[in-house]
């Protein structure tokens, strides 16, 4: 009997020595681990209120829909984390609606949409996604974005790889874009101006020619259904860095090409973005595009 206490003792030891490596070898991982619980729960949440009515309010126009799921998704998520990591900074979508500032610093920081398609939220239309990317020093370390009507959870820790409920994922390759299928978004802004732009890019893109062009409605899952290779790139001007922020880790960590409009480099900040399949077809996009001032998600315009 003693004898056996004196193995169950040393496994335990051992195992926790174990989790202690792991920690010290990758700090974030318990930290990734908390938020795919996280927003398993989440998506439970959204989920259980696609069973009731859902009443709409707007934001910054007609077509800038929130809920109150959206915020209760918000504090679900923000409370937990502030429990379990004080030290820690976040960016979360409603709260910079209610004012809180929208501001990368190097702390470790949390950037949460708790419903990522909230228009596909109100109408049930199946791509509605909770995404939370996690930045140390502004370096995103890993991504989660969950579909949750569709069930099915992103996952990417930098250097590790990308997943689909622990399935391994790749974007396409796809080096010759008159074969691409293009996502993109058309956003909320309807001035004129805005709404010339985006219409003629749309036109440009279709004329290249491509196979297609599709607005899913989620911005985060449409970088997920580049980084699963079922659509070759996405590109979008006035997207918000919570919108991108989980889906950048994936399509990074699935071989995908992650840059600005200009073809420069990426900017979380920028609401500027393109995703591919291949460095060429990034470039063919980019070269495409006429660009329109959208301003940035850490200074007020
Ligand atoms: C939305 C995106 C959608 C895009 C909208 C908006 P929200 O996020 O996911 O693809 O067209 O501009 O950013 O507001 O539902 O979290």
Redesign the pocket.
């Given at each position: 009997m003693r004898g056996r206490f004196t193995v169950n003792l040393q496994v335990r030891r051992a195992h926790h020595q174990l989790l202690f490596c792991i920690n010290m070898s990758d700090p974030w991982q318990e930290c990734m681990e908390f938020c795919k619980e996280l927003t398993k729960q989440a998506g439970k949440m959204i989920c259980e209120a696609l069973q009731k009515d859902i009443a709409v309010m707007q934001k910054s126009s007609p077509v800038d829909l929130v809920t109150e799921t959206d915020q209760k998704v918000e504090q679900l998520i923000i409370s937990s984390i502030k429990e379990k990591y004080p030290t820690h900074s976040f960016i979360g979508?409603e709260s910079v609606a209610a004012g809180a500032p929208s501001v990368l610093t190097d702390n470790p920081t949390w950037i949460i949409?708790p419903?990522?398609?909230?228009?596909n939220f109100v109408h049930r239309f199946p791509f509605v996604s909770v995404s939370v990317g996690f930045t140390v020093h502004k370096e995103i370390e890993f991504g989660i974005v969950y579909s949750c009507m569709e069930d099915k959870m992103y996952t990417a820790r930098r250097g590790k790889g990308a997943f689909c409920n622990g399935v391994p994922i790749k974007v396409s390759g796809l080096e010759d874009i008159s074969q691409s299928l293009v996502l993109t978004?058309?956003?909320?802004k309807q001035d004129a101006e805005h709404f010339t732009a985006m219409m003629d890019n749309i036109r440009t893109i279709l004329t290249i020619p491509v196979h297609g062009i599709r607005c899913p409605?989620?911005?985060?899952v449409?970088m997920c259904l580049v980084a699963s290779g079922v659509a070759d790139a996405y590109y979008h001007m006035?997207?918000?860095c919570w919108?991108m922020a989980g889906g950048a880790a994936i399509v990074t960590e699935a071989g995908g090409v992650i840059v600005d409009i200009s073809g420069g480099p990426f900017d979380l900040m920028s609401r500027r973005l393109i995703v591919a399949s291949s460095r060429t077809i990034a470039e063919r996009i980019s070269k495409a595009l006429t660009q329109f001032p959208v301003g940035r998600d850490d200074k007020d315009d």
């Open positions: 979508e949409d419903v990522d398609g909230t228009t978004e058309v956003g909320f409605g989620s911005a985060a449409n006035g997207i918000h919108d």
